[in-house]
């Protein structure tokens, strides 16, 4: 009698899914990775849904550890601010870097009495973070904003103490504009620092630079300006100051020499009216993943990028949507 | 009218004088043993886990323990861009975040665990135990992110502030000024993890503290009180002796929470070295690192080979430390109780 009874239920369960999977004929992906493009890529992914009826699940669990998940494949992609470095990509063959979208990083302050815009020159940056210039009425600080009345406040920087593909962007910047920073402190995605404090995540830097008169730190554009922390233009490699946006971010990443396979860090543009401290954000994928996985990419690099502004992140230049496009045709 | 064991079968009217056993039932032949079989796995497989975790956090920071050795507890230098790594600081912050805490929460929890079981009008003492214990209920992040945007801007306008703007003259305050209040008074700080770990543990010892000093025998202060003491001398003398191997032991169950704790700490000590040779100080006001942050600062975006190991050996470390501190506390428990009648 009971077994009966469950002979039917089963029966009546099998039936459903068989009728369910031959009904909808959508598909799952799964991803996970980079904290930074989470909001935009959960915008690409709703209405890519609407669109193709394809779910795709992300979890923004941070670059590093996107890169192990589709390492270990438990993952169909992965997503890192930071590029694959050759160890890595020897434990992953067959994965090629995405470039979906580029993304500004800013040195955000405040200063008392001082709104947005000061100037700011790369080797000055360098010096606050090191500890070299420690007032901000230093001669050196003061000279490049003239008509600015900087207060004699002690500088307090601050940095991300997690890992993070922002903290990459901004100290391969200054790696590469500052042979003192090169040497001391050099590149990465968490780095030695000798000075100031750090904070957790875009949230904590940014707390601790509105709660400390005389703070600086470096977060991510979209952040700064939800947040409306006033941020410095910063001097590019043709001598403009640039104030960070949507639009100088994607004027430097034109700028940028991508190599063939988009593992460049586009930091310190040669373009006039590029911001030089932006970086890609990329997603990861093998060669012969599902075709369903294609078919969004396709989409993400074209229909997708429109949505990149809303959200504070600047699309792909042409010249590299076309690249990408191209890398995204050699996909199985 | 002849009485009939319990359970007997009814075959003993033949002969009524032999006595009759009960038949041995299932669970009285065996209950007992299942029982104790049971139970004896339950505890082991607390033994398990931690062979186990042990042995797993031994296993993945082989690499890390093979490439440094001891270098890796004695040097100051993390840096991950080279590959290096040496976490003195780290040890140091977690025993000195620890260290302050207890400085603080001791004193505070004794004191009101002795208010509460002692000297408080029943009306007063529901309402006060409860509310402890709703303390010790609320999550760490909580606890940190309240103090980030409630403590830290107090602690820096009417703590950090005023004293970095004193001015000592006496030899001996300066010399305090240099060990302990050095450093710009950012917020994030020694002092403010120190502080937010009391607060979090202050409901821990208070709360056990509190029911060992209710579970003294009432006959042992009715006879402190028969002899003519006073209540302070009954509860210096006879109560807190009494008392004092379980005090001991609340003491060591909020230092377990304050060594291990992560989310509150990480938000408020500054992760960041303090700037010395050793990146060791003892100044209040210099932020720095303890274990258990750097491991959540770390650990989503660490490197794959030599990084994660090394991280992993911070675990291993952690682990460590918290067995010999509560080894630690058991011999002084052991050492302490001897000298105590009844102290056990």
Do not use: C
């Amino acid at each position: 009698m009971f077994f009966t009874k469950l002979n039917k239920i089963a029966v009546t369960a099998l039936a459903l899914t068989s009728l369910l999977s031959v009904g909808a004929q959508a598909q799952t992906l799964t991803g996970a990775g980079a904290t930074f493009p989470a909001p935009l890529y959960q915008k690409w992914f709703q209405q890519y849904k609407a669109k193709t009826g394809d779910e795709i699940n992300y979890q923004a669990i941070g670059s590093g550890g996107g890169i192990k998940a589709v390492t270990a494949k438990s993952v169909d992609f992965g997503a890192s601010d930071a590029p694959m470095n050759d160890t890595e990509l020897k434990n992953a063959p067959g994965i090629i870097h995405i470039p979906t979208v580029a993304g500004a990083v800013v040195v955000a302050y405040n200063i008392p009495g001082i709104g947005p815009g000061i100037h700011l020159t790369q080797d000055v940056i360098a010096d606050i973070f090191l500890g070299k210039i420690t007032k901000w009425d230093d001669a050196r600080i003061t000279k490049l904003s003239p008509g600015t009345k900087f207060p004699s406040t002690s500088i307090a920087p601050f940095h991300r103490s997690d890992g993070s593909g922002t903290t990459n962007i901004f100290t391969t910047f200054l790696s590469q504009v500052s042979g003192d920073w090169k040497d001391q402190v050099g590149a990465g995605k968490s780095v030695k620092w000798t000075k100031g404090l750090g904070g957790k995540g875009n949230p904590g830097v940014a707390a601790l630079i509105k709660q400390t008169e005389g703070g600086i730190g470096y977060i991510e554009l979209a952040y700064a300006v939800q947040n409306v922390i006033p941020y410095a233009a910063v001097r590019n490699s043709k001598g403009n100051f640039i104030y960070p946006s949507v639009a100088s971010t994607t004027a430097a990443a034109e700028g940028a020499t991508l190599a063939s396979d988009f593992r460049t860090v586009i930091t310190n543009t040669k373009a006039a009216q590029g911001y030089p401290i932006t970086g890609f954000t990329f997603l990861l994928v093998y060669r012969d993943s599902k075709p369903e996985l294609k078919k969004f990419l396709e989409w993400a690099l074209t229909d997708g990028q429109s949505q990149a502004d809303d959200l504070l992140y600047a699309k792909l230049p042409a010249s590299v949507q076309k690249r990408a496009l191209a890398a995204v045709a050699t996909l199985k | 009218m002849t009485t009939t064991p319990i359970n007997a079968p009814a075959a003993s009217p033949a002969s009524p004088k032999k006595l009759v056993f009960p038949k041995a039932s299932f669970s009285i032949l065996y209950g007992d043993r299942i029982y104790a079989a049971i139970t004896f796995l339950a505890s082991l497989s607390i033994f398990g886990i931690i062979v186990w975790l042990a042995v797993q956090l031994s296993q993945a920071s082989g690499a890390s323990i093979h490439k440094f050795g001891w270098s890796y507890i004695t040097q100051s230098n993390w840096d991950e861009t080279k590959d290096i790594y040496g976490i003195l600081p780290y040890i140091f912050g977690t025993l000195y975040s620890s260290f302050l805490a207890l400085l603080i929460a001791v004193p505070i929890s004794i004191g009101s665990a002795v208010f509460l079981s002692e000297l408080a009008p029943k009306w007063l003492r529901t309402p006060m135990t409860f509310l402890i214990e709703l303390l010790a209920a609320i999550p760490s992040v909580v606890y940190g992110l309240w103090g980030i945007f409630v403590m830290l801007p107090w602690l820096k306008t009417h703590v950090m502030n005023p004293i970095s703007h004193a001015h000592p003259h006496n030899k001996f305050a300066l010399w305090l000024f240099d060990v302990f209040f050095s450093g710009n008074p950012y917020g994030p700080s020694m002092l403010a993890a120190g502080l937010i770990l009391s607060i979090m543990v202050i409901p821990f010892i208070t709360a056990v503290t509190r029911d060992i000093l209710k579970a003294i025998p009432r006959s042992q202060r009715e006879g402190s009180y028969a002899l003519g003491a006073t209540q302070w001398e009954t509860i210096s003398q006879v109560v807190f002796p009494y008392a004092k191997s379980g005090i001991v032991g609340a003491v060591m169950l909020g230092l377990g929470r304050a060594l291990g704790e992560t989310m509150a700490v990480t938000m408020l000590i500054g992760n960041q070295s303090p700037g010395t040779p050793t990146g060791i100080s003892f100044s209040l006001f210099q932020p720095g690192y303890t274990m258990a942050s750097a491991l959540a600062n770390k650990f989503t975006e660490a490197a794959q080979g030599i990084n994660t190991s090394a991280l992993a050996e911070i675990g291993l470390v952690l682990f460590f430390v918290t067995i010999v501190v509560n080894m630690a506390a058991r011999l002084l428990v052991f050492y302490t109780a001897k000298d105590v009648a009844g102290g056990k």
